[in-house]
């Protein structure tokens, strides 16, 4: 089945700052990688995808690479503001059962 | 949000109870999903359903089941609560493997 890591663990930034979190997978057949984002005490929600025929999609301040050659994917926020502190969980289609296997979560702290 | 439910919200039991948790959704989808979240260790697949008919194990079945009772409810039971399976479970839905999943609100369970 599909294995996805994920990192870092823990990412702390300063207000306005980029950040990056970096995740790799092993189903060399996934197409489909979702982002959700889990604010503390509450459910996840997706916040941005990308499937595997376009390389990079960008929603305002978030956007999503993809390099299948390399089986890795990675999120981009820029100009980070305190609420988008939350942790966030990649996911990648795991191709011989339609369903998701997600990694194990980057929690990102914005300081102002 | 109310889009898919979960009761209950919170729950304590003993070891070796047998206990159910329920799911309900109103976005009328065929697929629904059960998860475990444990700190570190992201959203782990329990097991999932594509039709009241289908049924289907994920990477951590073990101790648990699952009924389908109707296209909108989906139930996860423990049949004999163990320490170990104190966690937040979560009840996804969604339209096609790779469309977002609706999370519930979540349970969390202790068993002592």
């Known amino acids: 089945g599909e294995n996805v890591e994920q990192h870092p663990s823990t990412l702390s930034v300063q207000e306005g700052d980029s950040a990056v979190i970096k995740c790799t997978y092993s189903?060399?057949?996934?197409?489909?990688f979702p982002w959700y984002k889990q604010e503390l005490g509450k459910r996840p929600q997706l916040i941005i995808d990308i499937r595997s025929n376009v390389g990079e999609k960008k929603d305002q301040r978030i956007a999503v690479t993809l390099n299948k050659t390399a089986k890795h994917f990675s999120l981009h926020i820029t100009e980070t503001q305190p609420e988008d502190s939350a942790v966030y969980f990649c996911a990648a289609e795991n191709s011989g059962y339609s369903t998701l296997t997600f990694g194990k979560g980057t929690m990102l702290l914005v300081s102002p | 949000d109310a889009d898919v439910t979960q009761t209950p919200r919170n729950r304590i039991t003993k070891t070796g109870k047998r206990i159910m948790l329920e799911c309900s959704q109103t976005?009328?989808?065929?697929?629904m999903y059960w998860y475990r979240q444990d700190p570190g260790l992201g959203l782990r697949l329990i097991y999932y359903s594509f039709d009241v008919k289908d049924i289907n194990k994920g990477e951590i079945s073990d101790g648990y089941s699952v009924s389908r009772q109707a296209q909108a409810k989906f139930s996860l039971s423990l049949e004999s609560a163990i320490p170990n399976q104190t966690a937040l479970y979560f009840c996804?839905?969604?339209?096609?493997?790779?469309?977002?999943?609706?999370f519930g609100p979540g349970t969390r369970l202790t068993v002592t």
């Open positions: 996804a839905t969604s339209d096609s493997p790779r469309e977002e999943q609706y």
């Open positions: 976005k009328g989808h065929d697929r």
């Open positions: 189903d060399s057949a996934s197409n489909y």
